[in-house]
């Protein structure tokens, strides 16, 4: 049987010996390199990896197989954060990468995420050229053992450089900020900390070591995960907590107080500070999930907000296209005007930093002078309801309804740019999103209240179980 190589929102992934085998990931490479050989008869890929199991292992066997189709291997030292990669592509102006990184998922899953030459993820029409190509290539056989060294990379450096460009590290030093880090066992270690230290920030960096478990609990920079963050925060009495997930590329904060801070508001809170500081007047970008307060801040400086399906390729291309001065999504992926189009946590963080810093306030007294200057407060929330696969027929069935009215409100704006987004008179929303990879519906909704969220979602859960009895209307 032909295994199937599907690419999600961020690449490949699977459960480590299941899908994710070396015979498959020889598949994936060579689909790949017949995809990135269809365009340049030379090319040059990175080849690179997190802190997972067998990450070496894979990021070997990638580079044997490129080899074979003679493409030009460029192999990271050692773990190397996403966003790091996606610099190094833009720096040397060559083909992409493929990085072995399953991002924030539990230790037992590995991925292969596809970069192309500017360094964002890999747009929907190159990924199905690739699914594609492997399908027609079915089973592979190994690549020839070679004995060849392969040049090895340390972009770090570089990556480095560019920070000292984009942040203002000197407003953090003078500020005399107190800063716990905490890179969750993953690749961030020796960036965020290294980045902050050079310039003579104070900090202390946790979790730095290597451990494929992470901790038994997953890389993920969730509330929970950051427990121990916190604890920290408090001892030291810092002024902010700082994480990075497993390659990186999302961030994590802590308020001086030890509280999480929801990604939907880091996100409006830094558009909002880079306008004031940057002097950037000019959009945003969120996707369909993402907080609409990004949208309450853009309305105050009378510029507007470009809306994506889920998904950080579709807001790269907005930054490669500098249209606009940040965009983010919910699930703590963030980038900016003149960077790459990629999700960066080790930015985010630092920009985090920096607003503290010059605004010499809280993070959770910024969100309320925020809510105070736009006229009204917005909490986000994201709940998942698992669904047999009779209720999931039902319901995709069921979504496609013109809906005028929902759970009794009354809907001004019907959105289907990534699912079904229902918009409210009262400004709030719910949006359903089935899952392409599990068996559940993602659940969205935003209010002035996160009780009022709260209630929403739990009646949408209610209408979707209804539903499947054929019941309500």
């Given at each position: 049987m032909?295994p199937?190589?599907?690419?999600?929102?961020s690449?490949?992934?699977?459960?480590i010996?299941d899908?994710?085998t070396?015979a498959?990931v020889?598949?994936a490479?060579?689909?790949?390199?017949?995809?990135v050989r269809?365009?340049?008869a030379?090319?040059?890929?990175?080849?690179?990896?997190?802190?997972?199991?067998?990450a070496?292992?894979?990021?070997r066997?990638?580079?044997?197989?490129?080899r074979?189709?003679?493409?030009?291997?460029?192999?990271?030292a050692?773990?190397?954060?996403t966003?790091v990669?996606?610099?190094e592509?833009?720096?040397?102006?060559i083909?992409?990468?493929?990085?072995?990184?399953?991002s924030?998922n539990?230790?037992?899953y590995?991925?292969?995420?596809?970069s192309g030459?500017?360094g964002?993820?890999?747009?929907p029409?190159?990924?199905?050229?690739?699914?594609?190509?492997?399908?027609k290539?079915?089973?592979?056989a190994?690549?020839?053992a070679?004995?060849?060294?392969?040049e090895?990379?340390?972009?770090?450096g570089?990556?480095?450089?560019?920070?000292?460009q984009?942040?203002?590290?000197?407003?953090?030093?003078?500020?005399?900020?107190s800063?716990?880090?905490?890179?969750l066992h993953?690749?961030g270690a020796g960036?965020l900390?290294?980045?902050?230290?050079?310039?003579?920030?104070t900090v202390?960096a946790m979790?730095t070591?290597?451990?494929?478990l992470?901790?038994?609990?997953?890389?993920?920079?969730s509330?929970?995960?950051?427990?121990?963050?916190?604890d920290a925060?408090l001892?030291?009495?810092a002024?902010?907590?700082?994480?990075?997930?497993g390659?990186?590329?999302r961030?994590?904060i802590?308020?001086?107080?030890?509280a999480?801070?929801?990604?939907?508001?880091?996100?409006a809170?830094l558009?909002d500070?880079?306008?004031?500081?940057?002097?950037?007047?000019?959009?945003?970008?969120?996707s369909?999930?993402?907080s609409h307060?990004v949208?309450a801040?853009?309305q105050?400086?009378?510029?507007?907000?470009f809306?994506t399906?889920v998904?950080?390729?579709?807001?790269?291309e907005l930054i490669?296209q500098?249209?606009?001065?940040?965009?983010g999504?919910?699930?703590a992926?963030?980038?900016?005007?003149?960077h790459?189009p990629e999700?960066?946590g080790i930015?985010?963080c630092?920009?985090?930093?920096?607003?503290v810093?010059?605004?010499?306030?809280?993070v959770?007294e910024?969100l309320?002078?925020?809510?105070?200057r736009?006229g009204?407060?917005?909490?986000?929330?994201?709940?998942n309801?698992h669904?047999p696969e009779?209720?999931?027929?039902k319901?995709?069935?069921r979504l496609?309804?013109?809906?005028?009215?929902?759970?009794r409100?009354?809907?001004?704006?019907l959105?289907?740019t990534?699912?079904?987004?229902?918009?409210f008179s009262?400004g709030?929303?719910?949006?359903?999103?089935l899952?392409g990879?599990?068996?559940l519906l993602?659940?969205?909704?935003?209010?002035a209240?996160?009780?009022?969220?709260?209630?929403?979602?739990?009646?949408?859960?209610a209408w979707?179980?209804?539903?499947a009895q054929g019941?309500?209307?």
């Amino acid at each position: 049987m032909t295994p199937v190589i599907k690419f999600g929102t961020s690449g490949w992934r699977a459960i480590i010996a299941d899908d994710f085998t070396f015979a498959n990931v020889r598949l994936a490479v060579a689909a790949i390199a017949d995809h990135v050989r269809s365009r340049n008869a030379k090319p040059t890929l990175i080849v690179g990896h997190d802190t997972r199991f067998f990450a070496e292992e894979f990021t070997r066997t990638a580079a044997e197989i490129l080899r074979e189709h003679g493409i030009h291997v460029l192999l990271c030292a050692g773990p190397t954060p996403t966003p790091v990669i996606a610099h190094e592509i833009r720096r040397r102006k060559i083909d992409g990468a493929i990085n072995f990184t399953a991002s924030h998922n539990p230790a037992e899953y590995q991925g292969l995420k596809f970069s192309g030459p500017d360094g964002g993820p890999a747009l929907p029409e190159m990924t199905r050229d690739i699914e594609a190509r492997a399908a027609k290539l079915g089973t592979r056989a190994p690549a020839k053992a070679c004995d060849d060294v392969f040049e090895k990379i340390d972009p770090k450096g570089f990556y480095l450089e560019r920070l000292a460009q984009l942040v203002n590290f000197k407003a953090i030093r003078d500020a005399k900020l107190s800063v716990v880090t905490d890179a969750l066992h993953g690749c961030g270690a020796g960036y965020l900390d290294r980045a902050l230290i050079t310039h003579g920030v104070t900090v202390q960096a946790m979790r730095t070591d290597r451990d494929v478990l992470f901790d038994g609990s997953g890389p993920d920079v969730s509330e929970e995960n950051l427990r121990p963050l916190r604890d920290a925060v408090l001892a030291k009495k810092a002024t902010v907590g700082l994480a990075t997930d497993g390659d990186a590329d999302r961030f994590g904060i802590l308020d001086s107080d030890g509280a999480w801070v929801q990604p939907n508001h880091v996100i409006a809170l830094l558009y909002d500070y880079l306008v004031e500081t940057r002097g950037w007047k000019m959009p945003a970008a969120r996707s369909v999930a993402t907080s609409h307060l990004v949208d309450a801040v853009a309305q105050q400086y009378r510029t507007t907000v470009f809306q994506t399906p889920v998904g950080f390729k579709y807001i790269g291309e907005l930054i490669e296209q500098d249209k606009i001065a940040l965009g983010g999504e919910e699930s703590a992926g963030l980038s900016i005007r003149g960077h790459v189009p990629e999700k960066d946590g080790i930015l985010a963080c630092l920009l985090v930093a920096e607003m503290v810093a010059v605004r010499r306030a809280p993070v959770a007294e910024q969100l309320r002078a925020l809510f105070k200057r736009v006229g009204r407060e917005f909490w986000p929330l994201r709940t998942n309801l698992h669904l047999p696969e009779d209720v999931k027929v039902k319901t995709v069935a069921r979504l496609k309804t013109e809906f005028t009215t929902f759970l009794r409100r009354r809907v001004t704006s019907l959105d289907r740019t990534d699912g079904l987004k229902l918009e409210f008179s009262d400004g709030s929303w719910v949006l359903l999103r089935l899952s392409g990879t599990e068996p559940l519906l993602r659940v969205y909704t935003e209010a002035a209240t996160l009780e009022a969220a709260s209630k929403l979602a739990s009646e949408t859960h209610a209408w979707i179980m209804d539903t499947a009895q054929g019941a309500r209307t």
